[in-house]
């Protein structure tokens, strides 16, 4: 499958769960990204990697912790979790000579009860 | 600090009247802005970019750097026009800030 895909779609946990969000590429984008959209709030960029190495951590919370094992995998693990964490997660895309066009997948939507 | 300011939540207009989408950005350095779309059950997606100063799906942007906006402008809207638009801001690097969105809704 071409295009940013992120699997689960949609993932109910309670607060003392782990759980892992999965981001996959086959773009041959090098430039990966964690953006989090909560109701009526704009996406907030949370992580970025570029070539695997971490290039931006924007006062994330540690109970989100970002793992990028490849230029073409990006997971999102998540422990201890609170209600306000319920979210819309995209992950990103971009050709680092080109990191303003970002390509999106459909996003994860958490519920955190 | 750097903001991008979609004053506009909701934007409602009759099929083939001008619409005109608002962005207002807060930024020092030298702005590279864009506007994205998110139609129904499709996926975040560009639109246009200011560099490229390309009209697309009969859309225009103009930066207008003593303002500080962006407006995203259509002549005549069209009913599959309606959707999501967000205006973002790269400030270089791997960050790009986006606005809250507006929707607009074309009526027939």
């Known amino acids: 499958e071409t295009g940013v895909t992120q699997t689960p779609r949609h993932l109910v946990m309670g607060m003392t769960n782990k759980k892992s969000l999965k981001c996959e590429q086959h773009?041959?984008?090098?430039?990966m990204y964690w953006y989090k959209q909560s109701a009526k709030k704009p996406l907030e960029l949370m992580f970025v990697?570029?070539?695997?190495?971490?290039?931006e951590n924007n006062s994330v919370p540690s109970r989100f912790s970002p793992e990028c094992p490849n230029s073409s995998h990006l997971f999102l693990h998540l422990h201890t979790l609170q209600p306000e964490d319920s979210a819309l997660y995209l992950c990103?895309?971009?050709?680092?000579?080109?990191?303003?066009?970002?390509?999106f997948g459909e996003g994860s939507r958490l519920t955190v009860l | 600090a750097q903001r991008v300011t979609q004053p506009e939540k909701l934007l409602s207009v009759f099929k083939g009247a001008p619409v005109e989408l608002k962005c207002n950005y807060s930024?020092?350095?030298?702005?590279?802005l864009f506007w994205y779309v998110q139609y129904s059950r499709q996926r975040l997606q560009l639109l246009l970019r200011?560099?490229s100063r390309e009209s697309i799906k009969g859309f225009t942007a103009d930066l207008n750097k003593g303002e500080t906006s962006f407006h995203l402008k259509k002549p005549f809207a069209q009913e599959e026009d309606s959707a999501m638009y967000y205006c973002?801001?790269?400030?270089?690097?791997?960050?790009?800030?986006f606005g809250a969105g507006t929707r607009l809704f074309v009526k027939a």
């Open positions: 990103a895309s971009s050709h680092p000579d080109d990191t303003g066009e970002l390509f």
């Open positions: 773009l041959g984008h090098n430039a």
């Open positions: 990697y570029n070539f695997k190495e971490q290039t």
């Open positions: 930024y020092s350095g030298s702005p590279e």
């Open positions: 200011h560099i």
């Open positions: 973002a801001l790269s400030t270089g690097g791997f960050k790009t800030i």
